[in-house]
């Protein structure tokens, strides 16, 4: 039901890839710069659509698009939250843009679903305590609901891939 792979996020034939996107939800860097790239302006056009209807994404929130030219059929953007030094919510916010877009793939009849490591790139998100909060707001969502078959944790570097292979053998999923 879990899978953890070291690979890049726009390559991966699944129902829904996960964006980390920005509050604009207009692209950016890192992964949503990389999503928004591999997948044409199909998606920029639909996330200014969701803009000027609703001004944006908020931080811990989620919205949904098709995947452009991506080998997956939506890309569920959501907006993990900037490190502050811990101070201002900054953990149940990233536990809520991981339960909220497994929420929108389950609504969407979602069965697969990767998600890239939140917030831990310029965001600066201590990398172990987002990969605790991720593995840990995903095993608890999946036992709310046997609509979503596949989680996949994407990680890009190294660094990413050893703490969640760490801590998913902890937690036994795998």
């Keep these: ?29 890192g992964v949503d710069g990389a999503i928004h790239k591999a997948g044409g302006k199909e998606i920029l056009q639909e996330c200014q659509k969701i803009r000027n ?17 991506l080998p997956a059929k939506f890309v569920i953007h959501t907006v993990g939250p900037v490190w502050n030094n811990g101070k201002h919510n900054e953990e149940s916010l990233l536990s809520s843009a991981y339960k909220n877009s497994l929420k929108l793939a389950s609504d969407n009849q979602i069965l697969s679903i990767s998600f ?14 987002a990969a605790e909060i991720a593995i840990q707001t995903v095993l608890n969502f999946l036992t709310t609901t046997d609509k979503i078959e596949k989680v996949i944790f994407v990680c890009l570097d190294k660094e990413n891939y050893n703490i969640y292979t760490k801590l998913l053998k902890q937690n036994n999923p795998l």
């Design 1 to 29: 039901m879990i899978e953890l792979l070291l690979n890049d996020i726009t390559k991966i034939p699944v129902d829904a890839i996960v964006n980390a996107a920005n509050t604009s939800l207009l692209g950016g860097g």
């Design 116 to 129: 890239p490591n939140i917030s831990t790139g310029i965001y600066k998100f201590p990398k172990e305590k």
């Design 53 to 69: 209807k609703q001004g944006g994404c908020k931080v811990g929130e989620a919205v949904i698009t098709s995947a452009g030219k």
